[in-house]
């Protein structure tokens, strides 16, 4: 794991989510936050850690009915939609399953 999808991680873990992953992506990536390339970066962390299988998220999170679970509606745009989902799928999986994470120092 390299150290900005550690970072993406923590971000996804924070209280300020949105704030935290915008002000990362323009600092590490491109100048102006691009809500389909985000979506990229949160789905190829989920997939390679195995915190979901790619079915169970077109299928279970994706579905129109279940978007209010993770604070998504149906005017979102379909990339922010998946942000929103991986962010979710991030935020409740144990920090165990993550390997090469490095915890916080003032954690340890």
Do not use: Q
Not at 36 to 63: G, W
Request: hydrophobic share 40%; glycine share 4%; proline share 3%.
């Amino acid at each position: 794991m390299n150290k900005t999808d550690i970072l993406i991680i923590r971000a996804c873990k924070s209280g300020s989510v949105e704030f935290r992953l915008k002000r990362l992506y323009e600092h590490t990536y491109y100048g102006e936050y691009n809500a389909a390339h985000m979506a990229r970066i949160l789905v190829k962390i989920v997939e390679t850690h195995e915190l979901k299988s790619l079915d169970k998220i077109l299928f279970e999170y994706l579905h129109p009915d279940k978007l209010w679970m993770f604070g998504a509606s149906r005017e979102d745009s379909f990339d922010e939609v998946v942000c929103k989902a991986c962010i979710s799928i991030i935020r409740l999986s144990p920090v165990s399953c993550l390997e090469g994470f490095i915890i916080p120092r003032k954690f340890r």
